[in-house]
């Protein structure tokens, strides 16, 4: 059975970017009828913090994401001391001494000398009193040792992958601090919970090529991997230093609809155009992850405002009957009010704005040029109720008395009683005012 994952490490607020391995891998997992699991990547105790794992529960069922069970990695620990102890039994994980420092050291050292800055395995070549003696002076750390092969696999994406594991450096996985890493972790889970498939960013191609000798040394059954593009900003800039404005909670927050941030993250880089998809099972069922390239995608937030704006075109009063009455909309205008603004607004935030304007009346936008004939056109225009007529009669009144015609007589009194330069129909504005319009 398909089952696949998605891991968020719950310290801080999800953001668009891990939202693209979240949807790739519950969209595999549905469309195969298998099993999507939510694990909390929470073995940082210090960072790691409740509300950001409640803010991934939220965001994520807001968006129609749904889990068929949740894994805490912080439960888990008794999990991988066992897969550490069995790795050290076989010679494959070791201990090193090495500081941050020292390390860096090397690394400028190996570059110096045009070799590739990967770790010498000096720690190998201890002996078993002078890391007793090391023990006493600092803290350690645990690499697992790799054998010097190619590492290669058949990417979902990115196609053919062969990595020589001779140029890469054995991985840490236990900090000095004894805190296990993600890259045994992720692997002892995997393993353990079945998991078929992992769609994750191409950043972790080389963590992929580790993982795969780590999965078959513990003997486990190494998973189908597929890594996407990375998303950058929309000149090409990298996204980490814009993810402060691009957390899900905030795109909330500004109104963006969750159906325009799936439907725009479930075909971005690919090769198929976006498309408003209704819900996530809309999604799920028009994904096909072949369609997507390894190249960086750019992605810009205000692709969303209009993907936002076609969907609540597409809904009814009764679909916003919460926005319209926080609004203060009455209940017998909410349809013609949503007939009339759901065309032109971005999001629902825009709603209680243009009820201020039917309930109060705008702030006029007049050109000086126009401020006397719209003082005649207002002497003209009767008090409230108004209706489908009053538009065509009074403009025809103004235009008789004022011998204005054409964009000269419309524009302006669109201007001054909406405050506005476009909007809906005149005709269909006028029978919700409540107020006559004032200069």
Known sequence: MTTTRFAPSPTGWLHIGNLR?????????????????????????????????????DDLTWLGISWDRIEHQSKRMDRYDAAKQRLIDMGRLYECFETPTELDLKRKKQLNMGKPPVYDRAALDLSAAEKDTLRTERGSHWRFKLDHTRIEWADGIIGDISIDAASVSDPVLFKNDGQILYTLASVVDD?????????????????TATQIQIIQALGGAVPRFAHHSLLTGPQGEALSKRLGTLALKDLRANGIAPQAILSLMARLGSSDPVELRSDIQDVVAGFDISKFGSAPTK???EDLKPLTARYLGTLSSQDVADVLTSAGVPDHLADAFWNVVRDNINTLDDVAGWWALFRDGAT????????????????????PPYTADTWGSWTAAVKADTGRKGKGLFMPLRKAVTGRERGPEMADVMPLLQTKPQI
Do not use: W
């Open 364 to 383: 006029p936008l007049i050109a000086d040029e126009d401020k006397d004939f719209v003082a005649q056109a207002f002497f003209l225009l009767d008090n």
């Open 299 to 301: 992605f810009d937030a």
């Open 191 to 207: 393993t353990e919970m079945g998991i078929t498939d992992v769609v994750r960013g191409s950043d972790h191609v080389t963590n």
């Open 21 to 57: 391995a979240a949807l790739f891998n519950y969209a595999i997992a549905r469309q195969a009828g298998g099993t999507f699991i939510l694990r909390i990547d929470d073995t940082d105790q210090e960072r790691s913090k409740d509300e950001y794992i409640q803010g991934i529960k």
